[in-house]
């Protein structure tokens, strides 16, 4: 199994353009979400979704938006990048439905690198 | 939402058991302790969880004490392969039905040949 699959690895960004960051699992995980990790930050939730049309906001959802049109994919759209956004994201994916139980294991990508100049 | 508090680094020897403190406090009583680890430049790995018994797998032990209040990460013997910041994370209830897992600075371990 491929497990969590992030794309691209690498991205440079100019202020002010959009993209998106790509995360996919093979593994019928009900449970996804979006981290960035910065120096000194540890890794903080962005976005997060229960199941395929439910998504919900975590510590820092400004300026990203997700949709979750099948249980396999959660991309992370970036709408208008600042520098601020420069950062390390992480996708990640765990078994459980909305009744989400505390003993579910997260599974992490291997991360995406993003620049914003 | 309940949080956790780590050490921000230890340090030990190769081959000397390593443990890592956690303190949970406001833990609720359906909350499961979880410890993660990242190695240099990789995401997250799941190491090890726990809910009121001391756990052990071929990675780490978990050890939870009685009031559940702190647990303890044990590396029996600590290889160089070790090194990496230690992540011990709370199941947090989010919004209604659902749940969100949020982690904290965890603990930088550095392995001394």
């Known amino acids: 199994n491929a497990g969590v699959t992030q794309t691209p690895k690498f991205q440079v960004l100019k202020t002010g353009q959009s993209m998106t960051l790509q995360c ?3 593994m019928n995980h ?7 990790q910065d120096p000194g930050m540890g890794l903080r ?6 199941g395929a049309g439910i998504t919900d906001q975590g510590e820092v959802p400004n300026g990203y938006n997700v949709s979750r049109s099948t249980t396999e994919d959660f991309p992370l759209r970036l709408l208008s990048a600042a520098p601020s956004q420069t950062s ?3 996708c990640a994916s ?14 992490f990508g291997a991360g995406s690198r993003l620049t914003v100049l | 939402d309940a949080k956790t508090t780590q050490p921000n680094s230890m340090e030990s020897n190769e081959e000397e058991p ?9 833990i609720s009583g359906t909350d499961y302790i979880h410890w993660y680890r990242q190695l240099p430049s990789q ?3 799941y190491v090890i969880h726990g809910l009121t018994s001391n756990v052990n797998n071929r990675m780490a032990s978990l050890a939870i004490a009685e009031d559940r209040k702190s647990s303890t990460l044990i590396l029996h013997r600590a290889t160089l392969r070790d090194a990496a910041v230690y992540y011990c994370i709370l199941r ?9 897992l949020t982690f904290g600075k965890g603990t930088l371990l550095t392995v001394n040949p």
């Open chain 2, 18 to 26: 390593v443990h890592l403190p956690c303190n949970h406090s406001t």
């Open chain 1, 30 to 36: 009900e449970y996804m979400s979006w981290y960035r």
């Open chain 1, 88 to 90: 390390v994201y992480f």
């Open chain 2, 43 to 45: 995401g997250p790995e």
């Open chain 1, 24 to 26: 996919a699992q093979d």
């Open chain 2, 92 to 100: 947090d209830k989010g919004g209604g039905s659902n749940y969100k």
């Open chain 1, 45 to 50: 939730l962005i976005h997060y979704s229960v």
């Open chain 1, 94 to 107: 765990s078994s459980g439905t909305v009744y989400f139980a505390g003993a579910n294991v997260l599974t």
